[in-house]
């Protein structure tokens, strides 16, 4: 299993809405202070993430390699990181990271746990390193359980 999965504790959770509200600062990016806010207000947060560079060995080329060896060989010669995710990554990989966060999204709702899948939180997490070293893709999901959803009607940051 190349799946990864963390709850923050109150600590961890209020260091990642500091780092994004820096984040969003420092390149002008608004909705990752919107999003800062969500997460200091959320009662609780997942991060799922993904060891993206683990190939599954059928060679079906969605990676931009035409086979699984050529991949590996990619990654292994992959520089230090300077995007929010770490790449190249499996696509069937990135496919079972998208099935498990929405599996975790619809499991908080069935709860009636409001929560929202967050790539910007997601990032942030990974450059803190609350899923290890080999991750190289993750999403959070605050939630949070009030009278009204705070995810939704959320103040633009330009």
Do not use: W
């Not at 409001?114 to 939180?121: C, L, Q, V």
């Not at 999403?139 to 949070?144: F, G, K, N, Q, T």
């Amino acid at each position: 299993d190349e799946i990864l999965i963390a709850v923050l504790t109150a600590a961890q959770q209020k260091k990642l809405s500091r780092a994004m509200t820096e984040y969003g600062t420092k390149n002008g990016l608004g909705f990752f202070l919107r999003d800062a806010q969500n997460v200091a207000a959320s009662d609780a947060c997942i991060v799922i993430g993904a060891r993206g560079n683990a190939f599954v060995g059928i060679n079906c080329g969605a990676c931009g390699y035409p086979t699984c060896t050529a991949f590996a060989k990619a990654s292994r010669a992959a520089k230090k990181r300077t995007t929010p995710f770490a790449g190249p990554n499996c696509a069937v990989r990135m496919a079972d990271l998208g099935i498990a966060v929405g599996s975790a999204a619809k499991t908080a709702q069935i709860h009636n746990v409001d929560n929202r899948i967050m790539y910007t939180a997601g990032s942030v997490a990974l450059d803190l390193g609350f899923l290890g070293k080999e991750c190289t893709v993750a999403y959070a999901i605050p939630l949070s359980a009030s009278g009204k959803n705070i995810f939704f009607d959320r103040e633009s940051h330009k």
